[in-house]
């Protein structure tokens, strides 16, 4: 009975009738056992009694799902052949199994067992990594339907975009479970909610059961737990830690017994409607069997299922500077980006501040940091410029130096002081000469941050949502990729984008392209350059920027301030003209922040 696999049909009526209770923590339970150093996937191969033995004393303390010891065989997490992660992953279901095995054997015992493939999410820290992410899942997902498994375990995941492609091949072949980590705040490291979490997962039909594991201890996930909704037709799962681990000798240890009040709360979690429940980090057997003794899994208790409340209609305030320009008659919006300083020194930009106030532009642009350099803050600046111009501000937010959790609090400040808009980029890489003091961030690119503010829109801000877009880089060489991603944007709640600066009729006319195919709002970049020496600096130095020989053809080495202010503001118009049948707008980055020849060239 072990070895039979069990349908996912199966298996859904059997959590119909009873609870099932998974097994605990392997990973660092096998850590703390052997004392090894090693990651616990090793020993698949390199000490398998090991991993039956532990197996078995998961049985004996009576978990009816058995979790394969590849939580991390992967490219990533383990410095071994493709060959061997294989090997790795197929001994994982084959040694449970085998425990399964012997254990009936001694004991003659006949419940049902299920083997999980257990896949724990890759880590990634660069974002070129995460397009091979699909292909990884899609590949251990297609070893394990090799084995037979009845379960599909993916747990810790902070999101769940790159698991869709393997989630859909799985299909009907086996019960998939989504499991999410969060903090005890609710938030997981990619900044969506618990709420958003489950709601995603529970809208995938091929998902079986969502649910959370890690992250928190039993107190944290009960209270997560009880601010939630179950959603319809799907299972829900609950393994906390046993705790919250300490530092001891340069490792995280879970240290001192509190069994009792573990089984406490889940009992309570039990009681929301939990219908599989587990451990994770820091529970071991002994949690395991004090669980399976005190809860009654031979009973299904038939909790009355809450319906997820109606959310309450947005408020009509509406703060884009976009739909205020299109109130006007549909005009052309100009969008002016002001570069903060890189000391404190803020005269000149505040200059350019109080200029602009009279010039009838539309919104005031920050950047934030480019190109991995120290700049004032984006959004303190922005909230500095309103402030004393009663301008509409617009910093922009990148992904490169904060996580998600810092990443919401800047937001949440900056909505408090009056900032509804916000450019929301990937970010530009640090420069290589100080990357070894510091270090890029990237836990998500710029779709990933888009769909965080979407989750705060739906709960922080949902009376007067916050309005973002996005940057179109039409230099892309595939530009089909770079159509792929606004559409992404645009699904994710982006509302206008920004180009990189046109210089060129085949800019201009790949811009053309992407706004036939997507629809979107674009204002399109122009940067005016101002001298052959920043020409030729912009041509060399900053990525995303062409700069052709026939641009560089306009400025002479000779030319007085005013006669390379003038090349420039005929640039613009040159670049308004090629692109004045399709630009909803026009962005303007003035080099050095001359923003006096923004009247020049729109006269």
């Known amino acids: 009975m072990g070895n ?331 969008a002016v980006e002001l570069a903060p300083p890189m000391g404190i020194d803020d005269e000149k930009l505040m200059d350019a501040a109080h200029l602009l106030q009279r010039s009838g532009v539309d919104v005031l642009t920050f950047p934030d940091s480019p190109s991995g350099r120290t700049r004032a803050d984006s959004i303190l600046m922005a909230e500095k410029v309103a402030r004393e111009t009663g301008m509409c501000v617009m910093p922009h937010i990148c992904c490169r130096d904060k996580n998600a959790i810092a990443m919401r609090s800047q937001l949440l400040g900056a909505y408090i002081n009056g900032i509804h808009n916000f450019l929301v980029i990937t970010g530009d890489p640090i420069p290589s000469m100080v990357r070894t003091t510091v270090k890029s961030v990237f836990n998500f690119d710029s779709v990933g941050l888009m769909q965080i503010l979407a989750d705060m829109n739906e709960e922080q801000f949902a009376q007067a949502p916050v309005s973002y877009g996005g940057a179109i880089n039409q230099g892309r060489r595939n530009l089909e990729v770079e159509i792929g991603r606004v559409k992404k944007k645009i699904a994710v709640g982006a509302t206008f984008f920004l180009t990189q600066p046109i210089s060129t009729k085949e800019s201009a006319d790949r811009v053309r392209r992407i706004k036939e195919e997507t629809g979107a709002r674009i204002l399109c970049g122009i940067m005016p350059f101002v001298s052959l020496k920043n020409a030729t600096f912009m041509k060399n130095e900053m990525a995303g920027i062409d700069v052709t020989d026939e641009v560089l053809a306009r400025y002479r080495a000779d030319m007085t301030r005013e006669e390379g202010e003038q090349a420039g503001v005929q640039l613009a118009k040159e670049v308004i003209a090629m692109t004045e049948d399709f630009a909803d707008g026009y962005y303007f980055s003035f080099p050095f922040n001359r923003v006096t020849m923004l009247e020049k060239i729109l006269d």
Request: aromatic share 10%; charged share 25%; with cysteine.
């Open 4 to 334: 039979t696999k069990h349908t996912k049909e199966q298996i859904r009526e059997r959590i119909q009738q009873k609870k099932l209770l998974f097994d605990g923590a392997f990973g660092t339970y096998y850590g703390g056992k052997y004392d090894t150093k090693q990651l616990p996937e090793l020993a698949n191969l390199e000490a398998p009694e090991r991993v039956k033995e532990i197996h078995t004393e998961y049985l004996e303390a009576g978990a009816q799902i058995l979790r394969t010891n590849t939580f991390a065989a992967n490219s990533f997490c383990m410095d071994r052949s493709k060959e061997q992660i294989e090997e790795t992953l197929r001994s994982g279901v084959r040694l449970a199994r085998e425990a399964v095995a012997a254990w009936r054997a001694c004991t003659g015992e006949t419940k049902e067992v299920y083997i999980a493939g257990d896949v724990g999410q890759i880590p990634y820290d660069a974002l070129a990594q995460k397009d091979t992410l699909c292909r990884e899942y899609e590949e251990i997902c297609r070893i394990f339907l090799e084995e037979g498994v009845d379960f599909f375990v993916f747990e810790t995941f902070s999101e769940m975009e790159e698991l869709l492609p393997a989630i859909k091949m799985i299909g009907e072949q086996a019960f998939i479970t989504v499991q999410f980590s969060v903090n005890q705040f609710g938030y997981s490291n990619a900044g969506l909610s618990a709420r958003k979490l489950l709601q995603r997962a529970g809208a995938i039909k091929e998902i079986d059961a969502v649910g959370f594991n890690c992250g928190v201890g039993p107190s944290h996930m009960y209270r997560i737990l009880q601010t939630l909704y179950k959603p319809a037709d799907k299972f829900l799962t609950a393994l906390p830690n046993a705790g919250y681990p300490q530092m001891v000798t340069g490792r995280m240890i879970f240290t001192g017994d509190n069994r009792e009040y573990f089984v406490d709360r889940m009992q309570q979690m039990i009681a929301l409607g939990v219908d599989m429940a587990g451990g994770c980090c820091g529970t071991t057997p002994e949690y395991i069997s004090d669980l399976a003794g005190k809860l009654d899994f031979t009973q299904y208790p038939q909790t009355q299922e809450k319906a997820e409340p109606e959310k309450k209609q947005a408020g009509t305030e509406d703060y884009s500077f976009y739909r205020k320009k299109e109130a006007e008659g549909g005009k052309k919006l100009i």
